[in-house]
Every structure is written in C-alpha cells, then in structure tokens.
C-alpha cells in the first residue's frame, strides 16, 4: 500500500476515535464517560466494521459466493464457546466498533445465534449490530428476543425468488417491532479461488484497489481475524499458503497483543496471499445465482428450495442442527446436489502455492 492509502487509514482511525469521544460530551452524567476514559479512549482502537462468521453451512449454495461457501465439503457450525470467545478477545482489544454483522454461510443455521447476539450487546462497545440472512430460514424466537433486546437489525439480502422466505420474514419482523433492512446489493465477481501467478507489485496493486472499494471489510471466523472474507475462507480451506502477517491469531495471541496487531495488519498490510485468489478485474455478476459450478439452475433452485422446506415444512429447527451439517437432515439431500462438484476443478494447497 503506497503512503497515501496508508495516511488515510490511520486518518480514517483516528476520525473515529475523535468521533466517539465527542459524542460522549454533553451526555448526561450516567452515560458520560470521565476524562480518563475518553483520553484512553482517544489512543483506543476504533473500528467503523467488522463481521464474525458463526457457520460455513448455508441453505444456499451461490456461484460467486464471496465467502465461498460452496467451496466447504463439511460445512460446519463454530462451537458457540469459540465464538464468544474470540468475540471477547475481539472486543477487549477495541474501543469502540462502529458496526457489527454477524453473518455465515447461513447464521439462522446457528442453534446459539442469540446468546452471541446478546454478548455482543452487553459489551457497550458496539455502535450497531446486524445480523445478515438470506431470507430463506424464519429466525427462532430466541433470536427475535435477542435482536430486539440488542436493538439489533435484521439485513436480509432479497435474492429473489430463492429468497423463498422473504415475505413471511418481513411479515414476522413487522409484527414483532424489531428493524430489519432488505439488501439488494449487486454482486462483483472475484473469480475461482485458484492461485493465479502476479508479481509483488501486481498483488499490491489490486490489494489498495479491492481494499478501497465500498464493500471492504474485516472478519473474525474461526479464532482469527482477517482483512476479507476471501483471506478468512481460503486460508481455511488451505488453498492459500497460511502467512502469519496475513491474519491475527484471537487464540493465541496475548490479549494484551492483540489491539496493536489488529493495528499493524489494517495499516500496513501491503497485500495478501489471498489477493492471489483473485482476478484482476472484478466483473459484475447474477447475483446468488445458485451452484452454476456443477448444478443446472433448475437442479440448483431445487437444491435451495428443498434445504428451505426441510427448515420450515417439515417442521426443522435450527435447535436441531448438528454442529456438521454433513450428519442429520441436511445428509438427505441426494449426493449430486453436494458441493464435491464445486471443489472438483480446484488444485490442492500444495500446487497452487507458487
Ligand atoms: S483477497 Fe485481496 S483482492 Fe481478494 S477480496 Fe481480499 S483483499 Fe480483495
């Protein structure tokens, strides 16, 4: 990342800080913060997004999937403990963080979802918290308690007609007062995650140009935190090399580490391994076009309305998901409906890495 870039992200930091101290003064005396707490305040990282991912498994099972889902075999749940622990060590170290979404695969899929939601709440530090769904998977109504008592908002994506939920959910979100926001965001391409052969210099160069644009974010998914969803997944699914200035280790790292290595990866990350993944020019795409690496789109849409029906029709709760969503009912879905056929052209780890 050139000077510049680097300039405007500590600016970036520094402006939220500012903004959060500021918004403190005037406060009545049982929410103003006291001087010491805004000057640490002041130095204290502050974060205007970040997501945490709570499952690969998804009721989906999108092309162009910029978390690439698909790519799982054994899509799975995160251990609830895990993830409210990696919340905690994610929440020590900041300040404040402006928004938060928790987000999958398919987060109504999580059994635990609203004891995250509530921990999240209960920290204080967080300006708005969304929890993003497909439309196809009604919420339990732990979560719709959780939502409201966080005052929490529900992003739900309008996929059309594989949002086979849509209407149902807005109706429901209506009636129990609790906000919600339908997102139809086109999507952009990233190409299949297959290493591609670019100089130091081409990697930087689409790194500053993918990391300036609007739909930049920051991640925490299995015990880490990265600076895509892209690096996050790939990293996972070991078609990248893992590099350890790639990511910030939540588990390992000493908490006391982890808010200054947060720091260094946002400023001054120059590229990824996973920018390798990416194509250099990001296109426009369908958007959640379903499973068009090995599915028909007729097979596809089946594929999606089947997975809704298990989860509503026949009476499924997300209380029964099994933690890997190859077991249960989620296994009844006939064998060339599973992603092998998604994965299938992807070199190995081993010969990807140049
Ligand atoms: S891996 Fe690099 S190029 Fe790809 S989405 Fe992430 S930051 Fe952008």
Redesign the pocket.
């Known amino acids: 990342m050139n000077t510049i870039g680097k300039a405007r992200k500590v600016a970036a930091m520094a402006r939220g800080s500012l903004r959060w101290a500021l918004s403190r003064v005037g406060k009545p005396d049982s929410e103003r913060a006291g001087l010491r707490t805004v000057l640490s305040r002041l130095t204290a990282l502050s974060l205007d997004y970040v997501e945490i991912s709570v499952t690969k498994a998804c009721s989906l099972r999108c092309a162009a999937c910029r978390h690439l889902m698909p790519y799982y075999d054994r899509p799975r749940n995160y251990d609830i403990a895990n993830i409210l622990r990696d919340a905690d060590s994610l929440l020590q170290a900041v300040g404040h963080i402006a928004m938060l979404r928790v987000l999958g695969g398919e987060p109504l899929l999580h059994r635990h979802l609203d004891r995250l939601l509530l921990f999240l709440g209960d920290s204080g530090k967080i300006g708005s918290i969304r929890l993003v769904t497909n439309g196809t998977i009604l919420p339990r109504p732990a979560v719709l308690r959780a939502l409201k008592a966080v005052n929490g908002v529900l992003d739900i994506s309008d996929y059309g007609a594989v949002s086979v939920q849509l209407q149902p959910l807005v109706a429901l979100l209506e009636r129990e007062s609790i906000a919600y926001e339908i997102v139809r965001q086109p999507w952009l391409e990233?190409g299949r995650p297959v290493s591609r052969q670019y100089t130091k210099n081409q990697l930087s160069q689409?790194?500053l140009k993918?990391?300036s644009m609007p739909h930049k974010c920051l991640i925490v998914s299995n015990g880490e935190f990265h600076?895509?969803a892209?690096?996050a997944n790939?990293t996972e699914l070991g078609l990248v090399q893992r590099r350890k200035q790639d990511y910030v280790d939540l588990v390992n790292t000493p908490r006391h580490r982890i808010a200054a290595e947060i720091r260094q990866l946002v400023l001054f990350s120059d590229?990824?391994e996973?920018?390798r993944?990416?194509e250099q020019d990001f296109r426009p795409t369908a958007t959640a076009s379903q499973g068009s690496a090995g599915l028909s789109a007729d097979a596809s849409m089946e594929f999606a309305m089947d997975r809704t029906r298990v989860g509503t029709d026949l009476g499924w709760q997300p209380d029964s998901t099994p933690d890997r969503m190859t077991t249960g009912r989620f296994a009844e879905s006939p064998d060339n409906m599973k992603v092998a056929d998604v994965t299938a052209p992807l070199t190995r780890r081993s010969d990807v890495i140049p």
Do not use: I
């Open positions: 990233f689409l790194f993918c990391t600076l895509c892209r690096s790939a590229y990824l996973a920018c993944t990416c």
